[in-house]
């Protein structure tokens, strides 16, 4: 079954800082929902096991993740493959990082996977809400990595806490 997905989201760091926590694997780990390990396996090549439900239908997934056509901090190419007990997937998705002004930057995603297995059975329909419900869990995550209390400055002795707008 064929996923198309796209979009765009506005993060408050310059692009360069997005750019850097989109590629890092411990960042990716915690923004990626269900995301149970992910480890850099080559300077572009991450592999990682993710626990999902679709609908009714739960497992794991194991899956390969290569970067390629990379400009950093501008864009990149984002090709996945992996199989577990909710099926198979395949897919690519071609990433974009812009300058937004005032430190902002805006992301923008245009994806294409194809799905097989159980996960499948569930439907196009029901595939899709999910899809975007994680997509929306994802950003929302990382929007989060940037406003947590460990990313807070220091400045002349108080400590101020960066806020999203």
Same mark, same amino acid.
């Not at 796209?6 to 915690?30: H, N």
């Not at 990379?70 to 577990?84: A, K, R, V, Y």
């Not at 002795?157 to 707008?165: A, V």
């Given at each position: 079954?064929?996923?198309? /997905?796209?979009?765009?989201?506005?993060?408050?760091?310059?692009?360069?800082? /997005?750019? %850097?926590?989109? &590629?890092?694997?411990?960042? /990716?780990?915690?923004?990626?929902? =269900?995301c149970?390990?992910?480890?850099?396996?080559?300077?572009?090549?991450? &592999?990682?096991?993710?626990? /999902?439900?679709?609908?009714?239908? =739960?497992?794991?997934?194991?899956?390969?993740?290569?970067? !390629?056509?990379? !400009?950093?901090? @501008? !864009?990149?190419? &984002?090709?996945?493959? =992996?199989?577990?007990?909710?099926?198979?997937?395949?897919?690519?998705?071609?990433?974009?990082?812009?300058?937004?002004?005032?430190?902002?930057?805006? &992301?923008?995603?245009?994806?294409?996977g %194809?799905?097989?297995?159980?996960?499948?059975?569930?439907?196009?329909?029901?595939?899709?809400?999910?899809? $975007? @419900?994680?997509?929306?869990?994802?950003?929302?995550?990382?929007?989060?990595?940037?406003?947590?209390?460990?990313?807070? $400055?220091?400045?002349? =002795?108080?400590?101020? $806490?960066?806020?999203?707008?």
């Amino acid at each position: 079954m064929k996923v198309n /997905l796209s979009g765009s989201e506005t993060i408050d760091v310059p692009p360069q800082t /997005l750019w %850097d926590a989109v &590629i890092d694997p411990a960042t /990716l780990q915690k923004a990626v929902p =269900g995301c149970r390990d992910m480890r850099a396996v080559g300077a572009a090549d991450y &592999i990682m096991t993710l626990d /999902l439900k679709v609908a009714a239908v =739960g497992g794991s997934f194991e899956g390969k993740i290569a970067l !390629s056509d990379m !400009s950093p901090p @501008h !864009s990149c190419t &984002i090709n996945l493959s =992996g199989e577990g007990s909710l099926g198979t997937g395949t897919g690519t998705a071609k990433v974009t990082i812009a300058d937004a002004g005032e430190g902002k930057s805006t &992301i923008s995603y245009d994806a294409d996977g %194809d799905v097989g297995g159980l996960v499948a059975g569930v439907g196009q329909r029901v595939l899709m809400g999910v899809a $975007k @419900h994680l997509t929306r869990q994802f950003f929302t995550a990382l929007k989060a990595h940037f406003t947590s209390p460990k990313r807070e $400055k220091s400045e002349g =002795g108080t400590t101020q $806490k960066k806020t999203s707008r």
